[in-house]
Every structure is written in C-alpha cells, then in structure tokens.
C-alpha cells in the first residue's frame, strides 16, 4: 500500500462547479498536511496547509479526518486557471526530511 | 526573486555517462533537498541536506550522491547513469514548512 494515496483523476469539470478530492495516508502518526498544486512541466507550489481545525483560502477549503486519515480538498466555482495536478502532502514528522508525497489528481476546467 | 534555481534545465545522457545537477537557493535556507517525480508516483525523495556540511539518504539514493558545497549550493551527481535514472528531478530548499521547489531538469538516459 503507498503512503499516500490519491484519485489520479482526471477530473473533468465546467467552469463553476465544485469539485472534490480526497487523498489517504498510511501514516496514523503524520503530523502536517499540505496540498501542493503542479501546473503542466513546472515544479510544485504550495497551496495551502491544512490544519486540524479545517481551513479555507478564498474558493479553496482543505481539512483533515485523523479518525480516518485522509484529507481533503474542496474547490468551489472552478475557474480555468484552476486546472493543474493537485499533490497530497504528508510530514509523518516534525522535519521537511521525511514528506511523503501523492502522485496527484489531475483537474481540468472546461468553459 | 530568483529563488530556487537549477540546471540544466534538460539533459540526454548516454548509459555509463556522468553528469552533476546544479542547484541554488538565494533564500538564506538551511535545508535542502533532491527530489524525482515519474509518471504515476509521488515525489520521491533522493537526498536532503538538513544544514550546512550534513546530508543524508531519502527514500531513493541508490545510484546518486550529492555535496552540500555551502549554505546556497547542492548538487546531485550520477556517477554511471543508467535508463532507470530517466526522470525530472527537482531540487528544493526550506526552513520548516513549506517546500520551494525549483524548475527542474529533465534527464533522459539512453
């Protein structure tokens, strides 16, 4: 079983919808969660963190099921510059040395 | 804002060849990493670089090395590339969370 798994995708949405990925961990004792986004052949951006709590950043809403150790990533009202691969990042510790991270969810937004 | 820079930005190389990958961070980072990502698997990590004059093994080092030449500059070298070796690498750097990742360079070996 990989470490970090998630739903290759790809999601095909029109502009405006809501779309939803999910992606789970093997790790019970990971301690910090990331979403990065991976535009075609460039390198890897941070997105957002995602805290226990649940957070959100404008359209995007990102949390996290310790019970069930998986996290999430909600986009609302999909915009074309939103179609990119979305990477689940998982730190099983304290230190950046041991990120795991997913083979990403490819998203693309059609007018 | 350069960042994190690296080069080249492609590469071929030939089965047996030798090459180093170039990577500079101008963000006053301690730590720094090589990464590579193929086609349906995750980053995986080769080796990082906690601080200045330490580095260590990731997930995947066999077939590599790397210098920490100074606080800015890491390099990975392949001593005898092989086709597994084909793959886009990337370097990054932090302090803590989160990752900057540089452009990365495609290698091929034939």
């Known amino acids: 079983r990989k470490e970090v798994e998630q739903d290759p995708g790809p999601f095909n949405v029109p502009e405006g919808a809501t779309v939803a990925f999910n992606c789970t961990y093997s790790?019970?004792?990971?301690?910090?969660f990331f979403w990065y986004r991976q535009d075609c052949r460039k390198e890897p951006k941070l997105l957002m963190s995602?805290?226990?709590s649940g957070n959100e950043d404008g359209r995007f809403t990102a949390q996290l099921n310790r019970a069930s150790q998986y996290i999430s990533l909600l986009i609302r009202d999909s915009k074309l510059s939103d179609s990119a691969t979305y990477l689940c990042?998982?730190?099983?510790?304290?230190?950046?040395?041991?990120?795991?991270f997913g083979a990403g969810t490819r998203l693309t937004v059609k007018p | 804002n350069a960042g994190v820079t690296q080069t080249p930005k492609f590469q071929v190389l030939k089965t047996g060849q030798s090459m180093t990958l170039q990577c500079a961070q101008d963000?006053?980072?301690?730590?720094m990493y090589w990464y590579r990502q193929d086609p349906g698997m995750g980053l995986r990590l080769i080796y990082y670089?906690?601080?200045?004059?330490?580095?260590d093994k990731g997930e995947v080092p066999n077939g590599y090395n790397v210098s920490r030449l100074n606080k800015r500059e890491f390099s990975l070298r392949l001593e005898s590339a092989a086709p597994s070796q084909t793959s886009v690498y990337f370097c990054?750097?932090?302090?803590?969370?989160?990752?900057?990742f540089g452009n990365g360079t495609r290698l091929t070996v034939t």
């Open positions: 990054a750097s932090s302090n803590n969370s989160p990752l900057h």
């Open positions: 790790n019970s004792a990971s301690q910090s």
């Open positions: 995602v805290y226990s």
């Open positions: 990042v998982v730190n099983p510790r304290a230190y950046n040395n041991d990120m795991r």
């Open positions: 963000m006053n980072h301690n730590s």
């Open positions: 670089s906690a601080s200045e004059g330490t580095t």
